[in-house]
């Protein structure tokens, strides 16, 4: 036995000095290649195109493209997919004099054969081992069908529903979003890179592209440099960290400066302060578009800027590929600058074990086995029924019965299969995903079950109203399923007004004056504003957009064979007036703290500060109580930790999990600190009756921050905690104080 102890330590102590040895051997593999490459081959290997889908083997490829493939003028494809096509694409490169593989990338967002709720979505289960195993199972997938690379997670802090892409985040708050970040790098990558079901992952879009003014794609942000660090960073740090492959910088300016060309984001914090070893990516056309920018004066300028600047890979501008070679000529991009780029992409290469065998990801039997693994639906499933959301819940009105009862299944979206499965899908299983209306049916058990459509997509006409009413008329209960369609959420898909679209609204009022209680299930990829259903609607259940088991997530929920437990990762606002919004209000010297108070106070005469839905809200069939706050030192050192417990207990009848929350509140500190910062969150499981006593850790990493120098750390002082099932609902508060 200690023989056995001793060589496992022995083992554990050489796996860094193996790891070392593999990188140098890389390494000096790389320098070797490099010395036989002329500049046009260095250049290629920056060059990135996209295939066309949805064409046979190389057929899609023009004749150009083939071309420059053979002669070694490409390094990395995207959107080329498949065993068969990937394959194609790869024998081409290997025409080439060096016979340098290709990289093959695509938009892997949230599965590819089996389709997963949104990001945001299952952002709203807070369970890092199912996010996780989402990522896992999508990469399974993806590198069986030729893919080597994935672009996300898209880590973007995303507080303005206007903005389409909050449904590719994790959402408004920095520590959840940082801890998500972690849990997709490690789902994509797996154990290591190079095994034949790990994909490397992108951290994007390198940075703050998700505080565009005013939600608008592709816009200009200007943002302090404590926002950036507290807020819009860490996840990029916290991916980083867990040994993301490469980054994609992003279409915005920054303070004036677009990402593609900063060379502050670039090479001072990510390769320089974060030391960064992988690749940056640009994102598609942002080289050019720094002309548009007005910060390049045209495409050779923009390959100069980008290169400088620390961003790689250039994504269908062709600026490097048209320009860079002169640029080396003329001196304005060093030979130095082009060979660390090219070093950096050629290590992947060998890391993925690229030129061993090519062909090592594409394996005909293995794509067909995989994309068809059973097991792969059932983990959808469970990360659907997670990530559901039980807003309101009005006199138990859920879970339904199924003795005796009529259920009449209503709305645009109750038996639509495009739309659960939300944007960025690459090979989704679409005649296997299973609508609302087909879980209902297939749950209901001896209930009786009746649809009525009421209007189409977009939901632009009423003529089918009267019908919906005379269904639910003879119905004991209605669910209703509304929300946006699935084209309404995504890049480009900025909106202003982010009320339910159509007639929705109008179709909810018909039906609730039958007087039947109506359950309301919605589908979205962001927070809508949803005013009257919020208040009349007997439950609403938010489903985003639930992905190839949605049906199954939401009739489990519904007929409570699944006890929701998820909570919202972003704040909903009453209105768009009310946006930006979240739960980590800066403090103010006139705050509002009773709502009908607001003269000369921080608020509006329209309206109440507070939102529609809080961040971390989500209830449960079960109730749990919080009791017993103790903290184990009311004073602590720097050097030193407390442990925060209290007793979690469920009060109610059913099973149930609850999604604790931690919140902190630095109450004095040379920089004005939010209201509120999550600074933990703990899942946990209990039977009626079951009580727990739950611990948080405490250190002064936690209580730390940037300070107007930007130096990171932790004031003496006063810091009130908080602890609660939401945002909003805080159960239990205590005090510490950090010593000097
Ligand atoms: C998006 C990226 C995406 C890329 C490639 C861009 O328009 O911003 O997120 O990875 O296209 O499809």
Redesign the pocket.
């Known amino acids: 036995m200690t023989m056995m102890k001793t060589s496992l330590a022995l083992a554990a102590a050489l796996l860094p000095l193996l790891a070392g040895a593999q990188d140098a051997q890389i390494e000096s593999k790389v320098a070797a290649l490099m010395r036989r490459m002329t500049v046009a081959e260095k250049v290629g290997q920056l060059h990135q195109i ?1 295939g066309s889908l949805n064409t046979g083997p190389a057929s899609g490829e023009d004749a150009r493209t083939q071309a420059d493939i053979r002669s070694g003028k490409v390094g990395s494809m ?2 080329v997919k498949g065993v068969a096509d990937t394959c194609a694409m790869q024998a081409l490169a290997l025409q080439s004099r060096l016979h340098i593989p290709l990289l093959f990338g695509q ?1 892997v967002i949230h599965g590819y054969h089996t389709v997963f709720p949104v990001p945001l979505g299952e952002s709203a289960s807070w369970d890092m081992e199912a996010i996780e195993q989402s990522a896992r199972i999508a990469a399974r997938e993806a590198s069986a069908a030729g893919i080597h690379w994935t ?1 996300a997670p ?1 880590v973007d802090i995303a507080r303005d529903p206007r903005w389409g892409r909050v449904m ?1 985040g994790a959402g408004e708050d920095a520590f959840l979003g940082s801890a998500i970040a972690r849990a997709r790098v490690h789902g994509f990558q797996g154990k290591r890179l190079g095994a034949t079901d790990a994909v490397m992952a ?1 951290a ?2 390198f940075a703050a592209y998700g505080a565009a003014i005013a939600g608008r794609d592709y816009n200009a942000v200007d943002m302090s440099q404590q926002q950036l660090f507290e807020v819009y960073l860490p996840p990029f740090k916290a991916a980083l960290d867990a040994g993301a492959a490469t980054f ?1 910088n ?2 915005n300016t920054l303070n004036g400066v677009p990402a593609t060309g900063n060379s502050f984001l670039q090479r001072d914090v990510l390769k320089g302060r974060w030391n960064f070893k992988g690749f940056v990516v640009s ?3 942002s080289v050019r578009e720094m002309v548009a920018h007005g910060y390049a004066a045209d495409l050779a300028d923009a390959s100069v800027k980008a290169i400088n600047a620390g961003s790689d890979m250039d ?1 269908e501008s062709y600026a490097h590929l048209n320009h860079l070679e002169q640029s080396i000529k003329s001196g304005k991009v060093k030979m130095k600058t082009l060979d660390d780029a090219v070093r950096r992409i050629l290590y992947k290469k060998f890391e993925l074990g690229l030129f061993d065998d090519p062909y090592r990801f594409a394996d005909a039997a293995r794509e067909k086995a995989v994309l068809a693994d059973p097991s792969h639906r059932a983990v959808a499933l469970d990360v659907a029924q997670k990530s559901l959301v039980l807003l309101k819940n009005q006199g138990g009105t859920l879970p339904l019965s199924r003795d005796a009862q009529r259920i009449a299944v209503i709305g645009p979206l109750a038996d639509a299969q495009r739309d659960l499965e939300g944007g960025w899908v690459v090979e989704g299983d679409r005649a296997r995903v299973v609508s609302i209306l087909e879980g209902i049916r297939d749950h209901a058990g001896k209930a009786q079950v009746s649809y009525a459509q009421a209007c189409g997509a977009g939901c632009t006409g009423t003529e089918g109203f009267a019908e919906a009413v005379a269904t639910a008329a003879m119905a004991d209960v209605v669910v209703l399923a509304v929300g946006e369609t699935w084209d309404l959420s995504g ?1 480009a898909k900025s909106r202003t007004d982010i009320t339910l679209p159509g007639h929705q609204e109008q179709l909810f009022a018909a039906l609730k004056a039958t007087g039947k209680p109506v359950v309301v299930v919605m589908l979205a990829g962001r927070p809508l504003v949803f005013n009257t259903i919020a208040d009349q609607a007997d439950a609403i259940v938010y489903a985003w957009f639930p992905g190839s088991e949605g049906g199954n997530a939401v009739a489990n929920v519904l007929f409570g064979d699944y006890n929701p437990s998820g909570k919202l990762p972003i704040t909903f606002p009453r209105s768009v007036g009310q946006i930006p919004l979240s739960y980590a209000q800066p403090s103010t010297g006139r705050p509002v703290t009773d709502e009908k108070d607001v003269v000369y106070k921080s608020g509006y005469i329209d309206s109440v500060n507070s939102p529609r839905y809080a961040f971390g809200h989500g209830l449960s069939y079960t109730t749990f109580k919080y009791s017993g706050l103790t903290i184990s030192s009311a004073e602590m050192s720097p050097s030193q930790k407390v442990t925060l417990s209290f007793d979690l207990a469920n009060t109610g009848k059913a099973e149930g999990t609850e999604i604790v929350q931690l919140y902190l509140r630095d109450m004095v500190a040379s920089v004005a600190r939010p209201m509120k910062e999550l600074k933990g969150f703990q899942k946990i499981h209990l039977r009626p009756g079951e009580q727990r006593r739950v611990s948080f850790t405490i250190d002064r990493e936690l209580l730390s921050f940037f300070n107007s120098q930007l130096v990171w750390g932790a004031e003496a002082g006063d810091f009130k905690l908080m602890v609660g099932g939401a945002s909003d609902d805080i159960r239990l508060e205590g005090a510490l104080k950090l010593l000097r």
Request: charged fraction near 30%; charge should be negative.
């Open positions: 996209s995207l959107n938009d672009f898209m590719e992108t994007k879009h994609m992003s279409f994102d598609w056309g994504m890049e």
